[in-house]
């Protein structure tokens, strides 16, 4: 079992960069794949990016190709997602979650994911 601790977020302007973190206790983190997801003010929760154990293969969703990035650093048990020319429209909580039955596979689907941290905001002004 592991525990997921999202930081970083906060206010930020339209064209800005955040950098969230999510820090792993208990099973280390390089047993899992990592995932991030968003979730808006009466929308469903979506996937935003997600990388496999060893760092080596990523998935973004299609809003955040060239503008997010995901990276983990396992000796920190640490998953990041550095956001640039952040819009109005990313504003929403943030949460990071972990997936320990894919064989490799970056799932796209919440469910995929068993363990999730409590979120964190990001709010993007115009």
């Known amino acids: 079992q592991v525990q997921l601790v999202e930081s970083g977020g906060g206010l930020v302007q339209a064209g800005g960069s955040v950098k969230l973190s999510c820090a792993a206790s208990g099973r280390t983190s390089s047993s899992y794949i990592m995932g991030w997801f968003r979730q808006a003010p009466g929308k469903e929760r979506e996937f935003v990016a997600g990388?496999?154990?060893?760092?080596?293969?990523?998935r973004y969703a299609e809003f955040g190709k060239g503008r997010f990035t995901i990276s983990r650093d396992n000796a920190k048990n640490t998953v990041y997602l550095q956001m640039n020319s952040l819009k109005p429209e990313d504003t929403a909580v943030y949460y990071c979650a972990a997936d320990s039955t894919s064989f490799g596979r970056i799932y796209s689907r919440s469910d995929e994911y068993e363990y999730w941290g409590q979120g964190t905001q990001v709010t993007v002004s115009s």
């Open positions: 990388i496999t154990r060893s760092g080596g293969t990523t």
